[in-house]
């Protein structure tokens, strides 16, 4: 199982939901995808794009504006 991480601080949608797309393609079955941003509206939409692909959603941490999402391809 790899990890794959992606910075999308300071970053606004859709450029964070893009970006965790694209690395969820390349990711392999098994793999976990790692989103970091502080951009509100991308912490709900991302959760709610890999739930439409079928995916993992491992957790959601938020610290003050800054969040992580983990999702399991």
């Given at each position: 199982?790899?990890?794959?991480k992606?910075?999308?601080?300071?970053?606004?949608?859709?450029?964070?939901?893009?970006?965790?797309?694209?690395?969820?393609?390349?990711?392999?079955?098994?793999?976990?995808?790692?989103?970091?941003g502080?951009?509100?509206?991308?912490?709900?939409?991302?959760?709610m794009?890999?739930?439409?692909?079928?995916?993992?959603?491992?957790?959601?941490?938020e610290d003050?504006?800054?969040?992580?999402?983990?999702?399991?391809?």
């Open positions: 199982m790899t990890e794959i992606i910075d999308c601080m300071g970053q606004n949608c859709p450029v964070p939901l893009v970006e965790t797309r694209k690395a969820l393609k390349k990711a392999a079955v098994g793999d976990v995808v790692e989103v970091t502080n951009h509100s509206s991308s912490k709900k939409e991302i959760p794009a890999a739930r439409a692909m079928g995916l993992e959603v491992l957790d959601v941490k003050g504006e800054r969040w992580t999402i983990r999702i399991r391809r």
